[in-house]
């Protein structure tokens, strides 16, 4: 009866720890001092820390990446253009990076 109470309370809380956890991200603290101060101090401290927090500006990037040069490019070309020079017609991948 008192493991199952106390099993069921210790997942709820780690769900609001991974609930702060997830929302910091477009916060401009740092996850882990969320995470720290969910866990130490129960996730009301690291909620009033969000709250405190300023709001970040995500920026999404993308670039085109060669899988055999591995440079970045800009621009979607068809091939990469470098290794287009040394003969070999490699298509680029789309790559997208997230950043505050
Ligand atoms: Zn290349």
């Avoid at 969320?34 to 129960?42: G, Q």
């Avoid at 995500?58 to 800009?74: A, S």
């Avoid at 490699?90 to 950043?99: F, G, P, Q």
């Amino acid at each position: 009866m008192k493991i199952t109470f106390l099993v069921v309370g210790g997942l709820i809380y780690l769900v609001f720890v991974l609930i702060l956890y997830k929302a910091s991200k477009n916060f401009k603290i740092k996850p882990i001092w969320v995470v720290l101060l969910s866990v130490f101090l129960t996730p009301l401290a690291g909620l009033i820390a969000l709250l405190i927090s300023e709001k970040g500006h995500l920026i999404t990037i993308e670039r085109y990446v060669c899988d055999r040069c591995h440079l970045e490019h800009t621009e979607n070309h068809q091939t990469c253009p470098h290794c287009k020079k040394e003969g070999y017609e490699i298509t680029l991948r789309k790559v997208r990076y997230k950043s505050l």
